[in-house]
């Protein structure tokens, strides 16, 4: 199922996330199985797999958060996370870089469950998403509220009052604001009624062609989000099933069952 | 490349002893109350042990105290959800009224120590009662504040006593008694208040600690719930106070002390949170600790603080966790 045309362009030039055969274990559980997944500058990878597939424990190990969850479990004697593989950014070596590291180096997480500063107003929280470009942090306001209009008249408005949908579009604009190279979207549609979701998926298209910028987006349902994604991965049990690129993937008779539910 | 990884396996033994065939071989018999006998066998033991060294006799009876406000932080805190500063609020009160109860109303021991406990758990549940409803540092803050509120009651208005105290409570009739008053009355909460957060409703209090909003949304009064919490957790607590108040024969300021407070807290974090037991093992290495340090004299608190920080720093899930996990599972490196 590997698109060949595919491998073959990534041979000419190292692409700009390249994470190999990924193994996390949460105590004895295997929570992701011999993972490799790319993303290229300026493409949008979609990663898709039902609950417990291990989507999250990607991002999470992609952008360094699983290291402070090890470390917290660790000091509370919980469970034991072993992580292993490579990943590299730009072609060094990230795997052992603590999160705030990473993000600085632009990776950055838009976490699942949004996960916004619900005390302080959208116009703080998308400051304090600035807090590492701060040099550039007009124009990324101003590109943000072009992003997502609605934003702009709940600026004052304390980030946990606002709805749903505007809660997911503040998460990704915070994300936005830190000057991403690489920008990780943990299920952004989560919980969206499908007008919403929209604004969001157009956001995302929007994204890469102004900014240039990789983007990962995982998602449970994978049919608003295949339209727009360059290439995709499937993951099942914590295994990277499938991969493709979208025609690739909507031709297959089981990701078509499983994920679109035709 | 070749990738180890530690894996942990529960024990063969404990898998046995998970089901009704646990009953079915001395070993796994004892594999499972092996340790309980242990610990209960050796905390019986202790005056007997300490016979040759009068002193230190007194400080198993204080460890014990401290022990059973420990449990009721542990409680409070691992099982509730409300973070208690303030055991010496408990202490304090349980002394003060077995003081009144004894003296002013002449009340025998053995009435005035039940009485004082009950009475003065209504009154803490009382006292602490507008902190429930909420969530956050309130009850926290509130804890840390009625300590100070009452012993400087005490002083401006010179009642109960004032800076002097009530002098002249009975002590108790035998050195023995002495002892095993608390450490039988230690043991009988530990064990109840282990069995009760397993019964129906110590999973609602667990409950009230993860989502109090999930709590309320199956029709449960929370702030209910809670004032039940507290009252339990200040049964332990004034109990605890109306024993040391016997003990020292004397109700005074210092039951509303912070060490009361203080070391409760420490010995969890030594012991292990939310194991009930770890506090009383935290606090039978603490209150010992900070005996032998009174020779240090004012170093004292110095070593005591590096002792706690090098815990947090080293061993920071707790004694009991840490022995829990090496008792049940081994560790082995296998492939990955």
Sequence with gaps: MEGKGYEANLEERSPMLEAKELLVFYEN????????????????????????????????????????????????????????????????????????????????????????????????NLLIGAFLSRKERKENLDYVLNLFPRLKDHLKR?????????????????????????????EPLLGLSPYYQEIVINGITQIRETKKIGIIVTEQYARPLMPIIDYGYILENGSSVLSGTKEELMDNPDVKSAYFGV | MEQLRKERVDRSLKVRTEGLYAISSIEEILYLIGPRLLFVAGILLLPLIFEAAPYWKRVVNVMC??????????????????????????????????????????????????????????????????????????????????????????????????????????????????????????????????RFVNEDIGLVFRGVKDNDQAVRASGINVTLIKVYAVFIASLMGCFS???????????????????????????????????????????????????????????????????????????????????QRKYHQFERWVKV
């Design chain 1, 158 to 186: 304390q980030g946990g009052f606002l709805s749903g949908g505007e809660q997911q579009m503040l998460a990704i604009g915070r994300a936005l604001m830190a000057n991403p190279k690489l920008l990780l979207l943990d």
């Design chain 1, 29 to 124: 559980m295997i929570a992701l199985n011999n993972v490799s997944i790319k993303c290229e500058k300026g493409e949008i990878v979609g990663v898709f797999g039902s609950n417990s597939a291990g989507k999250s424990t990607l991002m999470y190990t992609l952008s360094g958060i699983i290291l402070d969850i090890k470390f917290k479990e660790e000091m509370r004697g919980g469970e034991r996370i072993s992580v292993f593989g490579k990943i590299l950014f730009n072609g060094c070596e990230i795997s052992s870089m603590k999160p705030h590291e990473r993000a600085r180096l632009g990776i950055i997480l838009c976490p699942e469950r949004r996960r916004i500063f619900p005390e302080s107003s959208v116009l703080e």
């Design chain 2, 65 to 194: 105290a401290y022990a059973l406000v420990a449990i009721s932080f542990d409680f409070l805190s691992n099982f509730v959800g409300l973070v208690c500063l303030g055991g010496a609020l408990f202490t304090g009160v349980g002394g003060y009224f077995t003081a009144i109860y004894n003296r002013y109303f002449s009340f025998p021991i053995y009435l005035s120590i039940p009485l004082a406990t009950l009475s003065g758990a209504l009154f803490c549940t009382l006292v602490l009662l507008p902190a429930l409803p909420l969530r956050g540092v309130y009850f926290a803050i509130i804890t840390l504040m009625y300590p100070l509120l009452f012993s400087r009651i005490i002083e401006a208005l010179n009642v109960l006593g004032g800076t002097n105290g009530i002098t002249g409570i009975e002590s108790f009739p035998d050195p023995y008694i002495e002892h095993y008053a608390i450490i039988l009355p230690m043991l009988f909460f530990l064990f109840a208040t282990r």
């Design chain 2, 241 to 323: 106070g109306a024993y040391i108040a016997h003990m020292y024969m004397w109700a005074g300021l210092s039951l509303f002390a912070l060490d009361f407070s203080v070391i409760p807290i420490a010995s969890t974090v030594i012991g292990g949170g939310g194991t009930l037991i770890g506090p009383v093992i935290g606090s039978f290495i603490l209150v010992p600790l900070s005996e032998i340090l009174r020779a240090a004299g004012t170093l004292r608190i110095v070593i005591y603080c590096v002792v706690l920080t090098l815990f947090i720093i080293l061993k920071s899930e707790g004694l009991m966790i840490y022995l």
